[in-house]
């Protein structure tokens, strides 16, 4: 099955924002076995996109489209859609209350532009919107199938994942398996893990691996097809070994358990209750523990010391250790990681002070971060790190040594802080 | 001038990468007055670009193709648009030495795929690369030009921008200027924005007017084209006061600054210093505040008290008041906004308090928002807000609204809350 993405609205064309989508779609479809041999982007205008669907239709099975199913007038998707296919639209009434419920709900008026998002294209199959107002639909034309999913990412990409894959996967006639697994590596370079297992990359064929470094992380993706699932499992467990043997010291976890996940399920696991003392960091690392569901089983809280003054006054912090070793020192960061822990009555408190920049901080290099941890048996301990890139880089950078770190540490139960 | 954007790469296809040079193409043409009505991706592959320049050629006058200039078998787009146009190749001396010296200079070994890349159609205009190897090129072919520019976005850009846009500025035959501004909204839906303004909209031709959703704010891209700069930020200006007169409540701002940016600037302009007590926020108020470079200057810190113990121990909520009314309730608001701001001794503290669901809370709905803010005149001020997506999403929109509620409160000194 080859498959294309037309992506449609004047905002890429302007260069305002940058096609996410394509990409997005064309990995999940990758990852599925489907190839995808075109992008294409158009305007809001009918008579480029009827040429961009007619050039699609002559060349592709399955064509994607994306954007332009909201409420305004500019949006015309699914109107053209249904022109180039000839056939009509519909309301799909799953989504016409929960949109028409919406606006009870918040008390705000609906407009006729509103109910337009519930159209849909006659029988097609509709994805309902979990995060958005206007549905996905999926509709056959001929051996040609027409998939429209909403523009926004934040709708665009849980559909896709959660319901069309699946639908899709279900659907297809083809008889070919795939399997695929995602490990994950942290505190090792993109190019330096590369090199270690450069002779497994080159002679890679079935199972296929694909490195991908993103926010300091870097994942590798082994996937195998077979015409038997089982097979496919088989092919990928055996060169998933094989790639442990050389690098599996920086593995930390598969597949959708990231840094963040796997300190939320061990904390959850092992009972444990974390509070963060952040400087540099700004709240940064409450906030990402805050953002997986149940934060508030295993994250008693935080607070944000970001001048000299607060760290004494609201934190606790000595005034004659900040004034003997600075705030970006490794007393400071022991001190912070300590406070915090005994302030919330959290099993574990760890701290973040830096230099986030851009500029060197009286006399420290930019780039310099202190990480602390205090545990309530008294361990407390300490490390630094040197950052490059931008202010935000290094700050998402330093949340995820302070993670990591403290992976290993309840893994090992606060055996010696690994970094 | 239209113009059109074909990026060469299979790595596009399988979504490793996202199309970011047609994103940035598009804005510096958008800048030039160079309409963009088509972008496309092809693969490494002969006969699918052949197909895409033959649709290329037929719609637009400026064919822009990046990627695929680079020494390796895959890279074939010199090759490919020498057979299109059915003209030859030939080397680039300048770019042929260079190449040459580079190797010479690290002692590397030069392959015969190296001196490829010196290849250039002939009688184009040649670009040499200040930032690589492989030099851009612009050949006419009929009333077309073809525009080659090499894949990597640190040789493309600084080329663009400091060759070609000033080459084809120089050489174009029309005599156009384009001038625009993104007016900023927040408050008010994308689709009640466009039915205040549908007559407008449905109008417009000279302004253009683009409608953009994200994360809850909106923006309208006004632009504006005239043989005169002059006249063209006049017709800007003319209609942005237009749309003023309609929904001018909304509006919070211009161009590139965001409601983030903006509330700093206010900030650092006031002298003023803010501290935040954050629960259903977790610490993403302050984290997105310390993503700006000088917050040191205007953020204190903040408490993240994700507990109701928390909020009574750290941040000194009463227990009565937490007993009676519950942590998300406009009394608890209030006294985390007042608490926070004594504690950190800020000029203004804001707090956040809701539940981010999944699911309800205590007989509280899911999306319950409590926003309380506190200065130090003694004004005590909250309000409550329903709000609707996924986890993060709630958490990123009372972000906003925090954002956006003290910007009202310290742009009309401390008048009544709005929002």
Redesign the interface.
Known sequence: MNAEIIAVG???????????N?????????ESGIN????????D?EE?LL??LS?ADK?SDLIIITGGL?????DLTKETTADFLACGLSYDEESLKAIEQ?FI??G??M?E??RKQALVLEDSTVFFNF??MAPGMLKSSGDKSYLLLPG?P?EMK?MLVDQVLPYLQHHKTENSSIHSKVMRFFGIGEADLESRIEDILSEQSNPTI?P?AEDGEVTLRVTARSSDLNEAEHLVDQMVRVIEDRVGDYCYGYDQNNLLQKLSLLLEHKKMTVS?A?SL???????E???I?G??NY?????????D??KK??LGVEKDLLDQYGAVSRECAESMAQQIRI???SDVGISFTGV???GDYHGIAEGTVWIGVSLSSGYTASFTLTLKGD??FK?ISAVKYGIYSLIQLIEKDAGPLKV
């Open positions: 004047s905002e890429l064309l302007l260069g305002q924002i940058a096609n996410t394509a990409q997005f779609i064309s990995a999940r479809l990758a995808v041999y075109h992008h294409s982007v158009v305007g205008n480029r040429q961009t050039h060349r909201g409420p305004t007038k500019d919406y709900q918040t705000t008026t407009t532009n509103n995060h958005g926004p934040r849980p694909a991908l963060s952040e960091t700004g709240g940064l690392f409450s906030s523990l805050a953002s569901p934060a508030s994250l008693s809280g935080g607070i944000t010391v970001y001048t003054e607060a006054n609201v302030k919330f009555g986030a920049g851009p202010r935000n700050r």
